[in-house]
């Protein structure tokens, strides 16, 4: 009896042909994933550290255009993708001195809603990933069944117990097992590392939004609207809120 890997497919059933066929298409489709989110996360990483720092140049430079133009050559930084869009909504305001604090609001919202968009590109996939993951050892616990069965109707066949007779089953449902086994160990890996990893650029992407939204309050405070937002802010504070009290 050939115990190859190549002499036990020959050997197998059709229904454990099947399993590892369906399994081999899960392990193809969970590696196409983990390679293309790595790529991509990488690249946004690389963008991102290229585009923080000039970012915050034209920002202390108040050069608002050539900040947003910045932003939109960068496609794979996510935070170039977050903060492109809320700046290209205040802009138009800031450069004629009209921003107010419902502004300053519907830009944040903007920002909310960019990172909401980039969190959900940025988990695509990952589903695939805990799918295989989950139940990928449940499928070759399949196989592994119907390999155990396989060996009892060879027992039952020959008319003994003998390891000729339940040699190839057996060796049939350790085959889907281990299979198994490999086709989810690196997909649960892969899962908790691009979660950890998406965790890391969502804080990233919160604390620069977070940075650009104080640029933007101080902006309004300080040169460009000054004594129009501080008159919001008295007939705010000054409507029965708890600050007038």
């Not at 229904?15 to 969970?30: D, R």
């Not at 960019?114 to 996939?125: D, F, Q």
């Amino acid at each position: 009896m050939d115990f190859s890997l190549l002499g036990l497919w020959h050997q197998m059933g059709n229904f454990a042909k099947g399993i590892v066929v369906v399994m081999a298409i899960m392990s193809v489709y969970s590696l196409t994933i983990m390679v293309s989110k790595w790529w991509n996360l990488r690249k946004a990483q690389k963008e991102t550290i290229k585009f923080a720092p000039e970012f915050s140049q034209f920002l202390e430079e108040d050069n608002l255009t050539e900040a947003i133009r910045l932003a939109e050559s960068y496609k794979k930084s996510h935070v170039a993708i977050v903060l492109g869009g809320a700046l290209g909504e205040v802009k138009p305001l800031i450069a004629d001195g009209s921003v107010t604090v419902a502004d300053i609001n519907s830009a944040e919202r903007a920002v909310e809603r960019n990172m909401l968009l980039e969190i959900t590109n940025l988990k695509r996939g990952l589903a695939v990933l805990a799918t295989v993951g989950a139940t990928a050892p449940f499928v070759g616990l399949l196989g592994t069944t119907m390999g155990v069965v396989n060996s009892f109707t060879g027992m039952a066949a020959s008319g003994s117990g003998g390891l000729a007779a339940i040699g190839g089953g057996i060796a049939e449902a350790l085959i889907t097992t281990a299979f198994g086994l490999l086709v989810a160990i690196p997909a649960v890996w892969a899962y908790n590392y691009f979660t950890t990893k998406i965790d890391n650029l969502t804080a990233e992407m919160t604390y620069v939004s977070k940075e650009m939204i104080d640029y933007l309050i101080k902006g309004v405070s300080g040169e460009f609207g000054r004594s129009r937002f501080t008159r919001e802010f008295n007939a705010a504070s000054g409507s029965g809120g708890p600050i007038s009290q």
